[in-house]
């Protein structure tokens, strides 16, 4: 597969994995922070995590096709560096938040790795 297509599939399950946030904050919440996601401040967080997610979503399956492969490099680094953050924060956070939260931190840090790979793919091309 090609580095610019694995980031498009990326960029897609983010974008999809965001507007289910926006929609329904507490189903997709919960599990991974709790029953914070049940409360007017926790459905803000969640949908705010979730705008993130489909402008990410977005940009990565925008700048895949990019004629400068330098600037999708850039993009699914930094777009990997916060899947890093989620992960790490996730991690210090183990056994206070939703029972899901174990299974996010390698979510996370494996998404961060493949984008990592993507970025120094596009940057070898």
Do not use: Y
Not at 3 to 24: D, E, N, P, S, T
Not at 38 to 46: N, P, R
């Amino acid at each position: 597969m090609s580095a610019r297509l694995a980031m498009k599939g990326v960029g897609a399950g983010r974008l999809a994995i965001g507007l289910g946030m926006l929609v329904a904050p507490t189903a997709l919440g919960q599990p991974w922070i709790g029953d914070s996601a049940t409360d007017a401040g926790g459905k803000v967080v969640v949908r705010s995590l979730g705008a993130r997610e489909v402008l990410l979503g977005f940009m990565a399956i925008h700048v895949a096709s990019a004629d400068d492969p330098l600037i999708a490099a850039r993009w699914s680094a930094a777009i990997a560096f916060c899947d890093v953050v989620d992960g790490v924060a996730s991690a210090g956070s183990r056994g206070r938040m939703g029972p899901m939260n174990d299974a996010v931190i390698p979510l996370a840090l494996g998404t961060a790795a493949v984008g990592f790979g993507i970025a120094r793919r596009l940057r070898a091309a």
